[in-house]
Antibody
Framework: EVPLVESGGGLVQPGGSLRLSCLAS????????MSWVRQAPGKRLEWVGN????????YYVDSVKGRFTISRDIAKNSLYLQMNSLRAEDTAVYYC??????????WGQGTMVTVSS | QSALTQPASVSGSPGQSITISCTGT?????????VSWYQQHPGKAPKFMIY???NRPSGVSDRFSGSKSGNTASLTISGLQAEDEADYYC??????????FGGGTKVTVL
């Protein structure tokens, strides 16, 4: 059983939208802070944003504020990343990751998002 | 939020020890004991190696250790092995309620 599985990536035109999903297995997603982290091809890891256990607090890196929204569905034990007004610089592998012990202890396998015309 | 500063590459021979530095500011590395380290092999997801500056999760070899002094954290790999060849990233919590990663360090086993 893979703890975190992302899906929803693909090719999208600049200015378009995409919603990524992250299905959690083996633990209750709503018991942990959860983050999205991305990695552009050949580049470093970049934290995108996170959501508190109760969904009451969300934080984002400046470059995606106002364009990306993190949400979750407790019943489906799933995390989402709604991405709007996509830009070429948003092209990356997107990982969901669980927060535990002051770190990101579990990562999904990632889903690739390509923004190109 | 600027990335934490790591050397682009570090190399060592099998059996040697190497240290990777991770420099931030008093608003991130220096202000919190929330520094963690990740190992990433090509095409794979990152793997959690160190948390809380100097703690190892279960299953991680004791050849990996972490430390911090001021605004700089460090990861030391002792008894370097071929399987340690990978990219390594540090991460820290920040005063802006954000998280930041380092630029990454490529470790080469000669």
């Amino acid at each position: 059983e893979v703890p975190l599985v992302e899906s929803g990536g693909g090719l999208v035109q600049p200015g378009g939208s995409l919603r990524l999903s992250c299905l959690a297995s083996g633990f209750t997603l709503s018991s942990y802070w959860m983050s999205w982290v991305r990695q552009a091809p050949g580049k470093r890891l970049e934290w995108v944003g996170n959501i508190k256990q109760d969904g009451g607090e969300k934080y984002y890196v400046d470059s995606v504020k106002g364009r990306f929204t993190i949400s979750r569905d407790i019943a489906k034990n799933s995390l989402y990343l709604q991405m709007n007004s996509l830009r070429a610089e948003d092209t990356a592998v997107y990982y969901c990751a669980r927060h535990h012990l002051t770190a990101f202890d579990i990562w999904g396998q990632g889903t690739m998002v390509t923004v190109s015309s | 939020q600027s990335a934490l500063t790591q050397p682009a590459s570090v190399s060592g021979s099998p059996g040697q020890s190497i240290t990777i530095s991770c420099t931030g500011t008093s608003s991130d590395v220096g202000g919190y004991n929330y520094v963690s380290w990740y190992q990433q092999h090509p095409g794979k997801a990152p793997k959690f190696m160190i948390y809380g500056v100097n703690n190892r999760p279960s299953g991680v070899s004791d050849r990996f250790s972490g430390s911090k002094s001021g605004n700089t954290a460090s990861l030391t790999i002792s008894g370097l092995q071929a399987e340690d060849e990978a990219d390594y990233y540090c991460s820290s919590y920040t005063s802006s309620n954000n998280w930041v990663f380092g630029g990454g360090t490529k470790v080469t086993v000669l």
